[in-house]
């Protein structure tokens, strides 16, 4: 089998009105507007492997990295490091030190394409390919933006009908942080849980510790997540310390996770990447004995349904993970949609990533379209 072409179609995907932010928090998502990379992998057999990239990859990094997968074999790359071949840097035993594996021109979504296609000829899910999944199911939260306290009841409320158990929310200390938890309080219940995450807009340490003082009587909260800038890890020990629930920074590398495993400011991590790499890390945290859940970046269905297979091969990936695209986003832009019931998703079981593309809905939102050919 040979990668004989690679289909890229940049897509912009709206969010859907009011389902975000609050008009009177955040006027435009913005966001929403970056545009997304779709990309293809088609062969001289039937299989095809698709991929997505994140917000604000250029298409020259897309097309450089397509032009690395044509010509290749799918069984002779591996799957850790899918440009080794390409860039002639196999490893031949004399090395020394930790080299660099896993890089290269938009890697996460060749990665997850590739991943897709070598588990469709071997007639198996992504996770089996990497050790097997150690859970036929994975929990989730559902996520809103900035949103007012009347908007957060409401959000609720929807999160309720999905059969969510907690939401994950995006928040500023200049918002009326007890009177929204309050609010979402007085639909959900206290177990219905909060995980508040400011991206490092708490600002200080001092501010962090005196909005978790006034939010310890709601009673809702599950865990901080970068409440500070994560450099400032003084802080982070001193909020630490003062907190009643865990306190968590979203982190995409070992060296980070280290850092503040060494200074003690952490009970938890959220943590990025793909089915390769996010369990690789997981596995710093378990050292530690800490849990993780895995992060979105408000995607779109087939990078939801690659995380889906990382948190379900990460054995402490325990906490309420972000799979979010399916209901922030006008459209997910596959075939079958990702169900959750009762606060979790089931682990994929179908051969590769176990999505498709759907090509009806692909021409709304389609702003480029090119093939990659040998």
């Not at 609050?22 to 057999?45: A, F, M, Y």
């Not at 997910?332 to 994929?348: M, S, V």
Request: net charge negative.
């Amino acid at each position: 089998m040979i990668i004989k072409s690679v289909e890229i179609w940049t897509v912009v995907v709206p969010t859907i009105p009011g389902r975000v932010h609050s008009p009177e928090w955040v006027s435009e998502t913005g966001w929403d507007q970056v545009p997304k990379h779709i990309i293809r992998l088609n062969t001289d057999t039937e299989l095809v492997g698709i991929g997505e990239t994140g917000r604000g990859v250029e298409l020259d990094v897309v097309q450089q990295g397509a032009r690395q997968m044509v010509g290749q074999n799918p069984d002779q790359i591996c799957l850790r490091d899918i440009f080794a071949r390409a860039q002639d840097r196999v490893l031949d035993g004399e090395e020394r030190g930790v080299p660099a594996t896993g890089g290269g021109p938009a890697y996460q979504a060749y990665e997850m394409a590739v991943l897709d296609l070598v588990g469709k000829a071997r007639g198996v899910p992504v996770h089996a390919l990497l050790g097997g999944a150690v859970r036929s199911r994975v929990r989730a939260d559902y996520w809103m933006g900035h949103q007012t306290p009347e908007d957060g009841k409401r959000a609720v409320e929807r999160a309720l009908s999905f059969g969510f158990k907690g939401v994950k929310i995006k928040c500023k200390i200049e918002e009326p942080m007890v009177e929204r938890l309050q609010a979402m309080r007085d639909v959900g219940g206290a177990e219905f849980k909060v995980t508040v995450d400011p991206n490092e807009r708490f600002h200080t340490a001092a501010q962090a510790i005196d909005l978790a003082q006034q939010l310890v009587a709601v009673g809702n909260v599950e865990v901080f997540e970068d409440p500070i800038p994560k450099l400032d890890i003084e802080g982070y020990i001193q909020i630490h310390e003062a907190l009643e629930w865990p306190l968590a920074m979203h982190l995409g590398s070992g060296a980070q996770m280290l850092r503040a495993l060494e200074a003690g400011c952490v009970d938890c991590f959220n943590l990025g990447s793909g089915p390769v790499k996010m369990p690789d890390l997981s596995h710093i945290a378990a050292a530690a004995g800490m849990p993780c859940w895995h992060g979105s970046g408000n995607d779109l269905g087939i990078i939801d349904t690659s995380y889906i297979h990382a948190a379900a091969l990460a054995p402490n990936c325990t906490m309420a993970s972000d799979f979010v695209g399916s209901w922030t986003r006008e459209d997910d832009l596959i075939l079958e949609p990702i169900e959750f019931a009762d606060g979790y998703t089931a682990t994929p079981q179908k051969p590769g990533l176990g999505c498709e593309l759907d090509m009806a809905a692909l021409p709304k939102y389609v702003q480029h379209y090119e093939e990659i050919l040998p």
